[in-house]
């Protein structure tokens, strides 16, 4: 028997995304951070493909649930904000003037950007499940959750605390490597086994713009084969992005 919403700080959270990947270093963070800028500016353009509460203007949220790695934050040059208490729990810090993207991290209850979070798994899990429950969101169009490498406790906990508010699905992240390839049909087994749909698959750092001619140039080409077979398991072929030379 699914489980059941109760009224609660993501209640008016239409949309819920995941942010997945099997490896660590691949740019899950960055993505999760231009996804929401650009669902941002999908809605501040009026995109008619975009449909928002108010047109012309999304409200997009960012749940950093990477409590070892936090480096959204940073990311968002939001490092330092103080996080309030309001009547209905945290409130979340917005990274934009126009307050239309807000962020949650447990980079923002460190004493010291530099402190490490050394917790057992149920600690995080229980942080997990107060950030979902606690953070006084609000009314958002999106909410992207960028998660840690794996399929350890913290992904159950995040998919379960989530699972009653139906998330739209998830988004892998991978390099074109063999090993980061591999990973990713592992984080496909655990979509597939914790019922979460895949929206797709995104090749990160898929080569790079040559800075001389702007030519794409792979950095590897023999990952093709392994993506044929991720491809199968997730039904969606990735989406490739080239490394620029202007990382956020």
Request: net charge positive; hydrophobic share 40%.
């Amino acid at each position: 028997m699914e489980a059941v919403a109760e009224p609660g700080n993501l209640a008016g959270v239409r949309h819920i995304i995941l942010i997945l990947s099997g490896k660590g270093g691949v740019g899950k963070s960055t993505i999760s951070t231009e996804l929401a800028l650009a669902l941002r500016h999908a809605g501040k353009k009026g995109d008619p493909y975009m449909p928002c509460r108010h047109p012309g203007s999304l409200q997009v949220g960012i749940l950093d649930v990477d409590l070892c790695g936090p480096s959204i934050p940073r990311m968002l040059q939001a490092q330092g904000r103080a996080v309030h208490q309001c009547d209905s729990g945290w409130v979340p810090v917005f990274v934009d003037q126009e307050q239309k993207v807000s962020l949650m991290s447990v980079g923002f209850l460190l004493e010291k950007p530099d402190e490490a979070v050394v917790w057992r798994g149920p600690k995080k899990n229980a942080l997990i499940k107060q950030f979902v429950s606690d953070v006084a969101w609000g009314q958002l169009d999106y909410l992207v959750v960028d998660t840690p490498p794996g399929t350890s406790d913290e992904h159950m906990a995040a998919v379960e605390a989530l699972r009653p508010y139906s998330p739209l699905g998830a988004i892998v992240v991978t390099t074109p490597q063999a090993v980061s390839v591999g990973d990713v049909r592992r984080e496909l087994t655990f979509c597939r086994k914790t019922g979460l749909r895949v929206i797709g698959i995104v090749e990160n750092m898929s080569g790079f713009v040559c800075p001389h001619c702007t030519a794409l140039c792979p950095w590897t080409p023999s990952s093709r084969g392994a993506w044929r077979r991720a491809e199968t398991l997730s039904k969606s072929s990735p989406t490739a992005l080239p490394f620029t030379h202007s990382p956020p």
